[in-house]
T-cell receptor
Framework: DTGVSQNPRHKITKRGQNVTFRCDPI?????LYWYRQTLGQGPEFLTY????????KSRLLSDRFSAERPKGSFSTLEIQRTEQGDSAMYLC????????????FGEGSRLTVL | QKEVEQNSGPLSVPEGAIASLNCTYS??????FFWYRQYSGKSPELIMF????GDKEDGRFTAQLNKASQYVSLLIRDSQPSDSATYLC????????????FGTGTQLKVEL
C-alpha cells in the first residue's frame, strides 16, 4: 500500500490521558499536514511540515498539542491531558506538488475522549 | 461570515442529471480553489482544483471560478449513484501559506 497510513485508526481514552497518533506519508512526499474533522464539519488545519521543519501551526492548536516529524519521514501528533472537546477524526495528508491544496489524505485516526 | 460557505444539502438529483454544487468564499485575495469528495466514513479525496477564472473540465466534472463574485462551483454531468457523497470546497486564503480552509460540505444524493 503506497498511500498515507495512519495509526491507530481508533482510540478511546479517558479525559486527562495522553494520546499519540502516527502518520506515514507517501514516501516521496516532502510535505505533511495534520487536520482535524468533527461530524458535519470540514477538515480544520492544525499544522504543516516541510521535510522535518514544522512551518505552520494553527492558532487553534493549544499547547496540549504537539507534532513532530523527525528526519522528515513519519510524523506523530500527541495530545496531552485530553479533553472531551478533543474528540474528532485526526487526518494526516501529504503532498509533493507545488500547490498547497493537492493533498492525499490518510484514512484518519478517530479519537473518542470519555 | 464564514470563510468558505456551502449549502449543507442534501442535494438530490436523479441518475443521469447534472449536479451543481456551489461555494462562496470571503477572502477576495484567495488564489487557489479545490473540490474534495468524501464518502461516508472515509477521508477526503481531491477531485479538482482551479486557479484561474472560467471553467476547467475533467471528465464528467467541471469546476467554475468567478473571482469577482467570489464564487466557485462544481458541475457533475451524467450523475451516477456512486457520486453520492459529501463534496467539500476548500480555499487557500491570502497569506494562508500552506493551509486550506474547508467549507462544511454539501451532501449529494444521486437517486435511481
Amino acid at each position: 500500500d503506497t498511500g498515507v497510513s495512519q495509526n491507530p485508526r481508533h482510540k478511546i481514552t479517558k479525559r486527562g490521558q495522553n494520546v499519540t497518533f502516527r502518520c506515514d506519508p507517501i514516501s516521496e512526499h516532502n510535505r505533511l499536514y495534520w487536520y482535524r474533522q468533527t461530524l458535519g464539519q470540514g477538515p480544520e488545519f492544525l499544522t504543516y511540515f516541510q521535510n522535518e521543519a514544522q512551518l505552520e501551526k494553527s492558532r487553534l492548536l493549544s499547547d496540549r498539542f504537539s507534532a513532530e516529524r523527525p528526519k522528515g519521514s513519519f510524523s506523530t501528533l500527541e495530545i496531552q491531558r485530553t479533553e472531551q472537546g478533543d474528540s474528532a477524526m485526526y487526518l494526516c495528508a501529504s503532498s509533493l506538488g507545488p500547490h498547497a491544496g493537492e493533498l492525499f489524505f490518510g484514512e484518519g485516526s478517530r479519537l473518542t475522549v470519555l | 461570515q464564514k470563510e468558505v460557505e456551502q449549502n449543507s444539502g442534501p442535494l438530490s438529483v436523479p441518475e443521469g442529471a447534472i449536479a451543481s454544487l456551489n461555494c462562496t468564499y470571503s477572502d477576495r485575495g484567495s488564489q487557489s480553489f479545490f473540490w474534495y469528495r468524501q464518502y461516508s466514513g472515509k477521508s477526503p479525496e481531491l477531485i479538482m482544483f482551479i486557479y484561474s477564472n472560467g471553467d476547467k473540465e475533467d471528465g464528467r466534472f467541471t469546476a467554475q471560478l468567478n473571482k469577482a463574485s467570489q464564487y466557485v462551483s462544481l458541475l457533475i454531468r451524467d450523475s451516477q449513484p456512486s457520486d453520492s457523497a459529501t463534496y467539500l470546497c476548500a480555499v487557500n486564503p491570502t497569506g494562508g501559506g500552506n493551509k486550506l480552509t474547508f467549507g462544511t460540505g454539501t451532501q449529494l444524493k444521486v437517486e435511481l
